[in-house]
């Protein structure tokens, strides 16, 4: 099953705000990716992390891997219309299958009316 | 378009009929991965290949479930004996490296109705 506590599970977003999202477990990961998808279409990644403490940005976005290696974070800064969608943390179990990326349950960022 | 393709895109079918799902991985992977996705979860994996061989299955991986990589390029995936429960997306991905644990990229999917 699902090893990977992903919260919030949903948020509404207002243009021009940040958002912060975050992904733990209790066990240790060896790598930790960032996935957006969008209704009817394949995750489409947005960060690797490869290192523990390790810092990427990709544009607006900015993801950590946290020094226990047992979480990670996403922020996404000045947000606009089409950062709608469902983001989901992804790693590779320390110890685990080469193959098997264990996902979390996704944040739903939608539009606040 | 030089990602990861998958074909078809849609399928419905009736219960106990075969279905087959084709994947076409970035040219110059060797890895290639097979995932379901049910509403409201994440990605679950199924199987995954390295070249022909097919290294992994999952639990999730029934006996009516059967993938293949015959030549290491595109794979496909059939599922036998469908049943309403098979219903989901079905998520194809790819990476390049051979130490295991590299970055995956997701093809568009393959969404499956089983009614």
């Known amino acids: 099953g699902q090893q990977l506590n992903q919260s919030p599970q949903s948020m509404f977003i207002q243009e021009g705000e940040d958002v912060s999202m975050n992904c733990t477990s209790s066990?240790?990961?060896?790598?930790w990716l960032w996935y957006k998808q969008d209704p009817g279409e394949g995750p489409v990644l947005l960060i690797a992390?490869?290192?523990?403490?390790e810092l990427t940005s990709n544009g607006r976005l900015t993801a950590q891997f946290g020094i226990t290696r047992k979480d990670s974070f996403l922020n996404i800064s000045a947000s606009i219309p089409s950062d709608v969608g469902i983001y989901f943390c992804?790693?590779?179990?320390?110890?685990?299958?080469?193959?098997?990326?264990?996902f979390g349950k996704g944040t739903k960022l939608s539009v606040k009316p | 378009d030089t990602g990861v393709s998958q074909d078809p895109r849609h399928k419905i079918t009736k219960r106990g009929q075969n279905v087959t799902f084709r994947c076409d991985p970035i040219s110059e992977h060797n890895r290639l991965y097979w995932y379901r996705q049910t509403l409201g979860q994440g990605p679950e994996f199924l199987t995954y290949f390295q070249n022909e061989a097919q290294l992994e299955k999952s639990r999730l991986l029934s006996d009516r479930f059967s993938a293949e990589r015959p030549k290491g390029s595109f794979s496909t995936l059939e599922i036998q004996r469908t049943e309403q429960g098979d219903s989901a997306m079905y998520l194809c991905?790819?990476?390049?490296?051979?130490?295991?644990?590299?970055?995956?990229?997701f093809g568009p999917g393959t969404r499956l109705l089983v009614l």
């Open positions: 992804a790693g590779h179990l320390y110890g685990g299958s080469q193959g098997n990326l264990i």
């Open positions: 066990s240790i990961f060896n790598t």
């Open positions: 992390l490869y290192k523990a403490g």
């Open positions: 991905a790819s990476s390049l490296g051979a130490c295991g644990q590299e970055t995956q990229y």
